[in-house]
């Protein structure tokens, strides 16, 4: 894997697990930010206040113009099925990856499989998740790519996290 392919993100620039460098100057411009940056956004995510925290964070920053919420990937990967019918899909996606039901890797697959069965862009996705980030999971986010990961754990997360959010979305925009 190389340096700065988007995979992974922390507000340091590095993955707090497990170090992996990502260069954030990719990120748009003040200006670029006064509009929103994503159409309509997917947040799945089984914690209600975190959930309700990232909506937040999306809209007081001006992120998406639609946020769509689940509290499980069975009922995201449903909402992906109704979008899909009517020719609409996520422009960006963040998923948690411990969830009952369907995990943030098998939503994530799913939403691959289903860009791929009607030729769309592959949405951005923000893997959201306290899960220790190890090789395994970075093989599997390359290959769920574009993709970045953030740990939602580190120490002062909850109190850092729209900042850090913020930081990781719009390292995001270069996947669009």
Known sequence: MTEGS????????????????????????TT???K???ERVAIVEDMDAIRLLVRDTLVQHRM???????????????????????????????????MPMVN??????FLRNLEKKNVWTPAPILFF??????ARLQLQFQTLGPAVYLN???IGA???????????????LSFK
């Open 104 to 109: 943030g890797l098998q939503a994530a697959s």
């Open 129 to 134: 998740s306290s899960v220790v980030c190890d």
């Open 64 to 98: 998406c113009d639609l946020v769509d919420d689940f509290a499980n990937g069975g009922v995201f990967i449903q909402a992906l099925q109704t979008l899909a019918h009517l020719g609409k899909i996520y422009d960006m996606v963040i998923l948690d990856l411990q």
């Open 36 to 38: 929103t940056m994503f």
């Open 6 to 29: 988007g995979v992974f993100a922390e507000e340091t620039g590095r993955c707090a697990n497990c170090g992996f460098k990502v260069d954030f100057s990719i990120a748009p411009s």
């Open 152 to 154: 939602k754990a580190t």
């Open 32 to 34: 670029t930010l006064n």
């Open 158 to 172: 909850k109190e850092n996290l729209p900042e850090r959010l913020y930081q990781v979305l719009t390292a995001l």
